[in-house]
């Protein structure tokens, strides 16, 4: 499945928000980002209804705040960072009490088996295969390591999570993470005028 990330369109927001609801893609990724969790600051402006399913990452401190903020658009996932100093178990409660799908997502150089404790209670995983904070950024390699693991223990425990990767994923590093379930892709597809034609090349 392939989720695109609208981050990179900055110019006629409205037109290219449709041409991207209009295309085969799978989901809507919104990245939301605070300016404290990352530098940069992002919100989603609530002015265009999407039809396709909303995945939404947060990569902000106060989570709670933002899960309040978003849950309005109704996603399919709210994704937030295991890196945030807050309690984690409250959020995946709250995300279920709300009944929004749970994902947590990892940093590059953040250890994995911090997420140990959470695979049996989650829907998602979110690699990130670059720094989070910004789009147009080079593939990490160790990436597909994380995400083979991550589908090996899903296996031996019966794990229902689904594994999404983003960042740096386009058509030469596709093949690198075959065994993530999303590739949220950004600037390889918002780059281009023609949506369509770039995610036929991906799939
Ligand atoms: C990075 C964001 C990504 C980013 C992907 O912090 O989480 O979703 O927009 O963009 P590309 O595909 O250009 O790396
Ligand atoms: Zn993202």
């Known amino acids: 499945m392939i989720a695109v990330s609208i981050l990179g369109i900055?110019?006629?927001k409205l037109n290219n928000y449709k041409k991207i609801d209009n295309t085969s893609c799978d989901y809507i990724h919104l990245d939301v980002m605070d300016g404290i969790f990352v530098e940069n600051k992002v919100d989603f402006?609530?002015?265009y209804n999407f039809n396709k399913k909303l995945d939404i990452h947060l990569m902000v401190k106060n989570v709670e705040e933002y899960?309040?903020?978003y849950k309005v658009l109704n996603p399919e996932f709210i994704t937030f960072h295991i890196e945030v100093e807050e309690?984690?178990?409250k959020l995946i409660k709250i995300l279920k009490d709300n009944n929004i799908k749970v994902g947590i997502s990892i940093k590059p150089n953040t250890d994995i088996n911090l997420l140990n404790k959470y695979l049996p209670y989650i829907d998602l995983i979110l690699v990130m295969s670059v720094e989070p904070g910004r789009g147009g950024q080079k593939f990490i390699e160790e990436s597909t390591n994380r995400i083979n693991y991550l589908k090996e223990i899903r296996e031996k425990n019966n794990y229902k999570y689904l594994i999404e990767v983003d960042g740096g994923i386009n058509y030469d590093t596709i093949s690198k993470v075959s065994n993530a379930d999303i590739k949220v892709v950004g600037s390889y597809i918002t780059n281009n005028d023609n949506y369509e034609?770039?995610?036929?090349t991906l799939k």
């Open 197 to 200: 034609e770039q995610i036929k």
């Open 45 to 47: 402006d609530f002015n």
């Open 67 to 69: 899960i309040n903020k």
């Open 10 to 12: 900055k110019e006629d």
């Open 87 to 89: 309690d984690i178990d």
